[in-house]
């Protein structure tokens, strides 16, 4: 039986980073906030949206307006300028149909998901697809993906990927041209350094 192949969203299938900035730096302008610095930024990265934004933004926000709001900007921002990592669609077309079902774990909102699979017209490939934010940890919305019996794989761009993948007894793939710390991603049992390298780590693991 051919693994699930449970793909991170941000650094693995969707070049994230352009994206979420202009997002952020809207909200922070909307909030009459001077901009922060990208880096500054990228520290917030993967923590979740309601905890970004209280990172961010002033005590008293009223984080639900404000994280309506984000999502409004980003994904405006996906759909006018957004782009997937070069050769991603056709690296999901071909597992597609070598039989994998595939699946997307992501910390991002349920919104900003549906707004990348479906812009770039790969929501069809996609099977299931669950924001982490819902659950305690990275390594249970992975649990809530996985079916008895089905074996599967976790594909990523980060270390919590990696130790998700782990936690569940399960292989994982990283995906080292991601925005993930390479040192930290050498524990994966396997590295693609491009896109395509996905498919031949995918069928090493599966033999």
Not at 68 to 91: F, H, M, N, Q
């Amino acid at each position: 039986m051919l693994p699930l192949l449970i793909f991170d969203l941000d650094g693995t299938l969707f070049q994230a980073k352009p994206a979420c900035l202009r997002a952020d730096w809207e909200i922070l302008e909307e909030y009459g906030l001077p901009a922060l610095d990208e880096n500054v930024l990228a520290k917030h990265a993967g923590r979740g949206t309601d905890e970004f934004l209280r990172a961010v933004l002033p005590a008293d926000t009223d984080i639900g307006a404000a994280r309506a709001r984000w999502i409004e900007l980003v994904c405006k921002a996906i759909a006018e300028s957004g782009e997937l990592y070069p050769g991603i669609t056709g690296v999901l077309e071909r597992l597609s149909s070598d039989g994998h079902e595939l699946a997307v774990c992501s910390y991002s909102p349920v919104e900003y998901i549906k707004t990348v699979l479906e812009h770039f017209s790969i929501a069809e490939l996609i099977a299931r697809y669950i924001c982490a934010e819902a659950y305690s940890s990275k390594a249970e919305a992975v649990s809530s993906l996985l079916r008895q019996g089905v074996p599967a794989v976790v594909i990523g761009d980060t270390h919590g990927d990696v130790e998700a993948a782990k936690a569940n007894g399960l292989p994982s793939i990283a995906a080292a041209y991601g925005y993930g710390n390479k040192e930290m991603l050498a524990s994966a049992d396997y590295t693609a350094f491009t896109p395509g390298e996905i498919i031949s780590c995918v069928r090493k693991l599966t033999g």
